[in-house]
C-alpha cells in the first residue's frame, strides 16, 4: 500500500478540531444520530479481530482507562463500516427503513457488486477524535469510497446517504464519549501516542451486521458474510 493517506488532508482538518474547541455531543447508543424510536441498526462493515491488532488497542485503551465520561468500545464491536443501510423495521415509515422483503434485496444486490470488488488492504495508523468516538484514522487509498459509488450506480435498493463517497471518513471506533468532563484530559492523552499504527488488514469479506441499540454499547451480530473477488 502507498504510504500517501488520500484522506489525509480532511483527517487533519478533524485534528485541528479535536485539538481545540472540540466539544462533542454526548454519545447515546440508544438515540444514534437523533433516530428516536429505531433500534435495529443494519450496516455493511470489515470486521477487526486481527491479535496483533487487538493487542495494540488493549494497551491504548489502558491509557484511556480511567477517564470520566471516556467508555472503552467492546472488542466485539471493532469494525471499520464501509456503508450505513439503515434500520430494519416491520414497516417503512422513513427513508431510512428497510423491511424484509427489501432486506432480501439488498443481499442480492451487495451480493452482485462485492463479489466482482478485487480484495482490498486498509492501514490503520493515527488516532483522532471525530464526532462523538476516539477513533483510528484508516487508510484505503480510496477503496470504500469505490465500492460506495458502486452501490450507488448497480444496487438500486440499497440507500444513499450525503455522508458518502468523498464524503466518507473511514475509521475504527476504540471509545465513545459520553460526557465533556475529560476532555483536555483526552486530548493530552491522545496527543501522546497520536501516530500509533496498529496494523494491515487484508480485506477479503464484507459482512452485514445488526447491532441492537441499546446501554451500554449496541450489540453486533452478524447476518450475512459477502466475499471480495481474490
Known amino acids: ?28 447508543p440508544e438515540r444514534v444520530a437523533g433516530f428516536d424510536d429505531r433500534k435495529t441498526s443494519l450496516t455493511l462493515s470489515i470486521p477487526i479481530s486481527q ?6 488497542i488493549r494497551e491504548i485503551s489502558a ?25 430494519f423495521t416491520d414497516r417503512k415509515e422513513k427513508a431510512y427503513d428497510i423491511e424484509a422483503d427489501t432486506l432480501d434485496l439488498i443481499i442480492e444486490q451487495a451480493e452482485s457488486v462485492i463479489r466482482e470488488v478485487p480484495s482490498f488492504k486498509i492501514c490503520l495508523k493515527r488516532l483522532n477524535g471525530l464526532g462523538s468516538f476516539v477513533v483510528c484514522e484508516v487508510n484505503d487509498n480510496g477503496a470504500i469510497a ?15 446517504y450525503p455522508l458518502e463517497g468523498e464524503e466518507w471518513l473511514p475509521h ?11 476532555i483536555s484530559q483526552l486530548q493530552h492523552r491522545i496527543r501522546q501516542f497520536r501516530n500509533v499504527e496498529l496494523g494491515t488488514v487484508r480485506v477479503n469479506e464484507i459482512h452485514l451486521s445488526r447491532a441492537i441499540l441499546q446501554q451500554p454499547f449496541p450489540t453486533c451480530t452478524t447476518i450475512h458474510t459477502f466475499q471480495l473477488a481474490n
Open 1 to 28: 500500500m502507498k504510504n500517501s493517506n488520500v484522506h489525509a488532508d480532511r483527517f487533519g482538518q478533524v485534528w485541528q478540531h479535536f485539538q481545540n474547541g472540540f466539544r462533542p455531543l454526548a454519545y447515546d
Open 51 to 56: 491479535t496483533e491488532i487487538i493487542h495494540k
Open 63 to 87: 491509557k484511556l482507562q480511567g477517564l470520566d465520561g471516556i467508555s472503552l468500545m467492546p472488542e466485539e464491536y471493532y469494525h471499520v463500516t464501509v456503508k450505513w443501510l439503515g434500520f
Open 146 to 160: 469505490r465500492l460506495q459509488g458502486r452501490f450507488h450506480q448497480d444496487a438500486t435498493d440499497i440507500p444513499i
Open 172 to 182: 475504527l471506533s476504540l471509545a465513545s464519549i459520553k460526557s465533556q468532563k475529560s
